[in-house]
């Protein structure tokens, strides 16, 4: 192991450890809003933990994932909050 | 060990810590809104550090260009949304006025409904 | 200095739209193509002859399938300015997502936000769409709400500490709107922008 090894494992751990906290506030809630917001956090991490497998490996095949994966997270959270925002309307 | 090693060995574990950070203070935040910053922001500034850091591992800058389109589309993207879920929050009365030191939206609100 | 070019396209300004010319039209969208034809090779990751076709060929057929509505767009580029606007942007960016950070660790219950409303100087649709993202970029600024009417945006921020960090606040705002105005401002952006400077001092005084 040396330092680089050791920079790559401290970052997966502390992704990892994020997408706990992630996950604890997507089940708490309180609001529709929060869990949008969470949603999103979560494509983030998903794109950040390709980025860490391709400088880990230095191969590029996911590469193109990222950029997938992060315009699926965002037309979905602004599809979410679009719709969050409709149905309070709708209650007024 | 070289130096673009050393370059990824400090900006990778960076970037992770601010996203570590930021999802913390989706935790621990009690607010909507500031939940809202904690979350969003400092995950784009993380994810473009581990991008900088891991594109220093890839053989050449063509394989590492698709990265930055993704560091860039987040970087567009992050303002949508917060200010789609600023809007939303604010107008469905989630924002806890409490912890507003000063909202002068709500004067300017309160100013037209009077004009009414 | 560099001077201010108006790369204001297809010549929407000055020749009456119905007038205008297929050729021009398409020159209009030749910039957007560009664009997408550029995304496309980038995303294959090599510039060859024939990536580049394909691109523009996929480009132009994506414009024509999704009916894009062509905007004249009215903006000037200074590239000195630009450089100095990503810079100031990153350093906020940075600057303030450490800032955060250290209130997410150390009393995050005690952290107050404020939403204060800066009238805008400019009155470009494109400036005032720039300022608001760049401002949402930031960690701990956020626009809630563009009076478009009476050019007044709303944007909260945290973390207030004291009155000094609501003023911080507008000063940051007003800021990173002249910032823009400077570096994507036509030159007449740029003389109404400094009009309204004026005038907001004058009212200070």
Redesign the interface.
């Known amino acids: 192991m040396n330092l680089l090894d050791h920079a790559f494992t401290a970052a997966f751990a502390m992704l990892a450890a994020a997408v706990l906290f992630v996950l604890y506030r997507l089940v708490r809630g309180p609001s529709v809003l929060d869990r949008i917001i969470c949603l999103n956090a979560l494509s983030v991490l998903v794109v950040s933990f390709i980025a860490l497998e391709a400088g880990l490996r230095g191969d590029t095949a996911y590469i193109g994932l990222m950029v997938a994966i992060g315009l699926l997270g965002f037309v979905g959270t602004l599809t979410a909050t679009r719709f969050a925002e409709r149905r309070a309307h709708d209650r007024d | 060990?070289t130096a673009t090693?050393?370059v990824?060995?400090?900006l990778?574990?960076l970037?992770?810590?601010?996203?570590?950070?930021?999802?913390?203070?989706?935790?621990?935040?009690?607010?909507?809104?500031?939940?809202?910053?904690?979350?969003?922001?400092?995950?784009?500034?993380?994810?473009l550090l581990?991008?900088t850091?891991?594109?220093?591992?890839?053989?050449d800058v063509?394989?590492a260009?698709?990265?930055f389109?993704?560091a860039m589309?987040?970087?567009?993207?992050?303002?949508?949304?917060?200010?789609?879920?600023?809007?939303?929050?604010?107008?469905?009365g989630?924002v806890d006025s409490e912890?507003?030191?000063?909202?002068?939206?709500?004067?300017?609100v309160r100013t037209t409904r009077d004009d009414d | 200095m560099t001077e201010g070019m108006d790369t204001s396209s297809a010549g929407a300004s000055t020749s009456a739209v119905t007038t205008r010319s297929a050729g021009m039209r398409l020159l209009g969208r030749l910039p957007t193509v560009l664009w997408l034809t550029l995304m496309w090779v980038v995303l294959w990751g090599d510039p060859s002859p024939g990536t580049v076709i394909a691109g523009a060929v996929v480009g132009s057929l994506c414009y024509t399938v999704a009916k894009l509505p062509h905007i004249p767009v009215r903006l000037g580029f200074r590239p000195w300015h630009a450089l100095r606007l990503v810079g100031v942007i990153g350093y906020d960016l940075f600057r303030s997502s450490v800032h955060v950070a250290f209130h997410v660790l150390w009393r995050p219950a005690e952290v107050r936000g404020a939403i204060v409303a800066v009238p805008m100087r400019t009155d470009s649709d494109f400036l005032l769409a720039m300022v608001s993202g760049g401002l949402s970029l930031v960690t701990g600024s956020l626009v809630i709400e563009l009076n478009r009417d009476q050019g007044v945006i709303y944007v909260h921020g945290i973390p207030i500490e004291s009155d000094g960090a609501v003023d911080r606040l507008r000063r940051q705002v007003r800021r990173t709107e002249e910032l823009f105005v400077r570096a994507f401002g036509t030159a007449e952006d740029v003389a109404e922008f400094e009009r309204g400077d004026l005038g907001a001092q004058g009212e200070d005084r």
Not at chain 2, 53 to 59: H, S, V
Not at chain 2, 73 to 92: K, M, N
Not at chain 2, 99 to 108: F, G, P, Q, S
């Open positions: 060990m090693d050393v990824t060995a400090v990778v574990p970037g992770a810590l601010f996203t570590l950070i930021g999802t913390i203070g989706l935790v621990r935040f009690p607010t909507l809104l500031n939940r809202m910053h904690a979350a969003t922001k400092p995950d784009t500034v993380g994810l581990i991008i850091g891991a594109a220093f591992q890839l053989p063509r394989s260009a698709p990265m389109l993704a589309f987040q970087f567009v993207t992050v303002p949508v949304l917060a200010q789609t879920v600023g809007r939303v929050s604010y107008s469905r989630m912890r507003l030191v000063v909202d002068e939206l709500e004067e300017a």
